[in-house]
């Protein structure tokens, strides 16, 4: 038994679990004297948003990273409240290699779940936690000019390759981040769905790995993260990578370790350090706080992708 400053006793495993408390914020200290000033994108995926509670935590470590002095920018996705949406309005919907094959009456609705209610459901979110955060799509501030994506496929028995046609399905063509660091300037923390435009008029539907990785690559962030539903990147035994060089992601790719949507989002990480990104970390979004244990802890969490 020990003694507060103020005299009242406290029992040992008390005192231990406040030791525990103050080293970690004691180990934060470097971490938060390396970050201070500078970028951060975040890329919050639909099935990391989970519930309230989850919605309310992250938003608070959003708040807490501004606070010390990083800028943090937040790309968002949003895919299975968009096939909700979809369902609810009877419009049938498909996928190639995880990206949405997506019609004129389709890509509204993409546009009006992700900028629209999911864009402003974390605006409020962050603002409620005591940020200041604005809500923007890929066509404020001419912040993402898009066009078509282009797919092929080659046929397995003629050998011929056929061009896909994924509608408004659009990639990232040039990233004006002039928007992003004046608001960042400004103490806002910038919130982005990943829509994007063209000259014509018309609206793309973008991948929200895939926007999120070129406004990263645009801003030379510092750190690019990427809030899934997997704990990492697992190998064959099921057991999470801590750290992979350029080389060791693109084999997990080639050797069918990554499979599905972790394909695209390998690639991205691959794509945005090769593009000056110092490092891209992929980590489970379903554990309250991964990102601050990530950034602020020495063991960090979830599968790192770096350059050695
Ligand atoms: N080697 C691997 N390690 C971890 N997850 C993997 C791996 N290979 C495939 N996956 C799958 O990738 C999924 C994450 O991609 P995706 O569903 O597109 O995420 P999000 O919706 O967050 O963008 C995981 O839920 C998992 O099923
Ligand atoms: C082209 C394409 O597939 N766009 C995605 C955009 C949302 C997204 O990527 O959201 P998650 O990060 O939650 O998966 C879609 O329509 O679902």
Request: charge should be negative; aromatic fraction near 4%; hydrophobic fraction near 40%.
């Amino acid at each position: 038994m020990s003694t507060l400053t103020n005299g009242s006793p406290v029992q040992n495993t008390t005192r231990d679990e406040w030791l525990a408390k103050a080293r970690t914020l004691s180990e934060a200290l470097p971490y938060m004297r390396r970050y201070a000033g500078r970028t951060f994108v975040i890329k919050y995926g639909g099935h990391a948003m989970g519930d309230d509670s989850l919605a309310e935590s992250f938003a608070r470590d959003i708040v807490l990273l501004k606070q010390v002095g990083i800028n943090p920018v937040v790309v968002h996705g949003g895919g299975p409240q968009i096939g909700q949406m979809l369902q609810r309005l009877a419009i049938k919907s498909s996928f190639i290699d995880g990206l949405r094959v997506t019609d004129k009456e389709t890509v509204e609705v993409v546009e009006m779940v992700l900028a629209g209610s999911i864009n402003k459901q974390i605006v409020a979110a962050i603002n409620n936690a005591g940020g200041r955060a604005v809500g923007l799509s890929g066509k404020d501030g001419s912040l993402i000019t898009a066009r078509k994506l282009r797919r092929t496929q080659r046929d397995p028995d003629s050998n011929i390759e056929k061009v896909l046609d994924l509608g408004f399905v659009g990639e990232p063509y040039q990233v004006n981040p002039s928007i992003i660091t004046s608001l960042a300037q400004s103490d806002i923390i910038p919130v982005i769905a990943p829509i994007g435009f063209d000259r014509q008029g018309d609206t793309y539907n973008i991948n929200a790995d895939t926007a999120a990785g070129a406004v990263a690559s645009a801003l030379g962030a510092t750190r690019f993260f990427l809030l899934t539903d997997v704990a990492g990147v697992m190998d064959k035994n099921k057991d999470i990578i801590a750290k992979m060089s350029l080389e060791q992601a693109r084999a997990a790719i080639a050797d069918g370790t990554a499979t599905g949507g972790m394909i695209p989002k390998i690639e991205t990480c691959i794509d945005a350090v090769e593009q000056g990104v110092d490092a891209a970390v992929i980590l489970d979004g379903r554990v309250p706080h991964a990102l601050l244990l990530e950034i602020f802890t020495e063991g960090g969490a979830g599968t790192l992708i770096g350059r050695e």
